[in-house]
């Protein structure tokens, strides 16, 4: 047997307690049940803390005075980069960018990288499964310059339809955007091949990882991805805060996006220099406490260890597939648990998904319901809407069976049982 | 251990919350009231709700100042089917000026079941459709109907 390396099994009622809002009784008496981890998770004390640290010791703008406590702030802000660029390991820090979030991200090189290198007839290749931050700042750029954006299909079962890559990514295709992990299907798809078959036509790739640097390894250099884009509030972060990673020799090229502050070398009355990289791309005062938040959810994260989490949100994962599975009329969009990280999105036959999801509530379970910001993608399933459980590693498997429960309750009421 | 017992959870749930999905609801959206086209309408409109994905599209045959007949078509939750089919009742019979005065307050206390103002939205779609295919003449409209 060749030798596994051992991962400690991840007990969540251990790391709950550092998550003040976990212990939330929806109103007032029944325990929250938190299953909406894709749209945004929670932040754990230590996280809030670091925040609260930031404002009533180390605040103050960044870059910008001689005093002490600007430069505290500075280092602060800029050791969170750090921690980021060490996290993705990227080869430098000027690679990491602070952005709004992931939305802002893809938006900054979809204007300054799309509209100085992509000129009608040229292609972008998306897929099917986008997230619209992901699919309508392409659509956008297409408006500007006349471009085609064109779709990798998605099969029924939920995953890529590749079969026919190799019509798609070609010499016109100027940029593959492409989200790491579905944030409705959970499918975890093949990066690697995807990117090796764009740079072989020379083209840049663009990995949407808001759905994956929560959940799983992200590191740079081994995807040789050009672009990365992820949020902070999805991995235990605050909002407002998110990452772009470029690789070095393509943002140097990159005109700046925004104007301000910061961004710039020298400013005359008419014109300026552009400053280095990374302020080039972070006009005006950055989201400088959290940045921090962020730092320090990081840091959180590597305690916990990516693989742990990865493992026990499997295990969540296969439990709830075994558990729908046995409740007549529920449909479960995107493959089995082996090619899905922890998001399970589903339909329950005959019943509306926001009457499922009305009925969870009413256990105290916090799923979504409706098309998750993945408009195209419910039409070609067939699908108005659905319903979506999501997990961190703070969920437990007794959280997924309240889930069954609260869906064979929800087919009682609507007397479909 | 941070759960409770589970029939004091039931029992809260029962209390703290008022049934949504009562009788007349559901059997109004299993089985709506005039769900389909309405042959010779001479308004009609269709409207969404792209945030859940709802769409109601209603026809009406407006004859001499009245709604001769009310009929509605779409996919959606339980409340928009429901109040849709309620509506569609209540509509037939009554003059252009009635529908047009009938309001918000008044589409909700037909739905009778209590809604949060999150539902409150679906219960109203099908009732702003109606209010704008009052002047939407269809393009065969024989022009004995309201123009607006
Ligand atoms: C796959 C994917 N891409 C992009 C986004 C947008 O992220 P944000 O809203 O943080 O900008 C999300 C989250 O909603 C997502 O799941």
Redesign the interface.
């Known amino acids: 047997m060749p030798a596994v390396d051992a991962i400690t099994p991840i007990d969540p009622h251990a790391w ?1 307690t550092d998550f003040p809002i ?2 939330t009784r929806i ?1 007032g ?3 929250l049940i938190y299953l909406d981890n894709a749209a945004t998770a929670q932040r754990p004390r230590q996280v809030i803390q670091a925040m609260v640290s930031a404002y009533e010791e180390h605040y103050a703008n960044v870059h910008r005075g001689v005093h002490w406590l600007s430069d505290q702030s500075t280092d602060l802000y800029e050791n969170s980069r750090e921690k980021v660029r060490s996290f993705i390991n990227a080869v430098h820090c000027h690679e990491v960018i602070f952005t709004a979030g992931t939305t802002a991200a893809i938006n900054l090189v979809a204007r300054s990288w799309g509209d100085s290198q992509v000129k009608a007839g040229d292609e972008i290749l998306l897929t099917m499964m986008e997230h619209h931050s992901n699919l309508v700042p392409w659509q956008q750029l297409a408006e500007r310059t006349g471009c085609t954006i064109r779709f990798i299909p998605v099969r029924d079962n939920g995953t890529l339809a590749l079969d026919n890559i190799d019509e798609l990514v070609t010499e016109r295709t100027k940029i593959v955007a492409i989200t790491a992990i579905s944030n409705v299907l959970g499918t975890i798809n093949p990066l690697q091949e995807i990117i090796s078959k764009a740079h072989a036509v020379e083209a840049k790739v663009l990995v949407d990882a808001a759905q994956s640097a929560p959940h799983e390894v992200l590191d740079v250099q081994q995807l040789q991805a050009d672009f990365v884009a992820f949020s902070g509030h999805k991995m235990m972060g605050p909002s407002g805060i998110g990452v772009l990673y470029g690789r070095e020799t393509i943002l140097e090229r990159m005109p700046p996006f925004m104007g301000g502050g910061s961004m710039i070398r020298r400013v005359r009355l008419d014109g300026f220099e552009s400053g280095d990289l990374p302020a080039k791309f972070e006009a005006g005062t950055p989201p400088i406490v959290p940045a921090i938040g962020l730092a320090s959810a990081i840091e959180y994260l590597s305690r916990i260890g990516i693989a742990a989490i990865r493992e026990h949100e499997s295990l969540l994962t296969q439990r709830t597939h075994q558990l729908l599975q046995e409740v007549d009329g529920v449909r479960i969009l995107g493959p089995g648990p082996a090619q899905t990280a922890g998001i399970v999105s589903f339909v329950l036959d005959r ?5 499922v999801a ?2 969870c509530d ?3 379970v916090a799923i979504r ?3 998750h910001c993945a ?1 195209p993608l ?1 039409k070609a399933l067939g699908v ?2 659905s319903n979506r459980a999501s997990f961190y590693f703070y969920n437990t498997l ?1 959280e997924v069976d309240r889930l069954a429960a609260a869906l064979k309750d929800a087919k009682k ?3 479909r049982a | 251990m941070y759960w409770r017992n589970k029939e004091q959870i039931t029992q809260v749930m029962m209390h703290s919350e008022e049934e949504i999905y009562q009788e007349h609801v559901l059997d109004h959206s299993d089985d709506p009231y005039h769900r389909g086209r309405c042959i010779d309408a001479t308004h009609a409109h269709e409207d969404d709700n792209p945030l859940c994905g709802d769409v109601v599209r209603v026809e009406l045959r407006i004859q001499d100042q009245r709604v001769a007949e009310a009929w509605f078509d779409g996919e959606g939750c339980c409340i928009s089917l429901a109040s849709a089919s309620m509506l569609m009742e209540e509509l037939e019979g009554k003059t252009v000026q009635d529908v047009r005065n009938f309001g918000a307050e008044q589409m909700l206390s037909l739905f009778r079941a209590k809604l949060t103002p999150n539902r409150q939205k679906c219960c109203l779609l099908s009732w702003k459709v109606v209010q704008s295919a009052l002047y939407s003449p269809t393009n065969d409209a024989t022009g004995n109907g309201e123009t607006g």
Do not use: S, V
């Not at chain 1, 019943?351 to 009457?355: L, Y």
């Open positions: 709950r976990l212990e109103r008496t029944c325990p019943i509306h998904a926001h009457d009305q009925i009413r256990h105290g319901a409706g098309h408009m419910h108005n809407a007794d009421i609507m007397r």
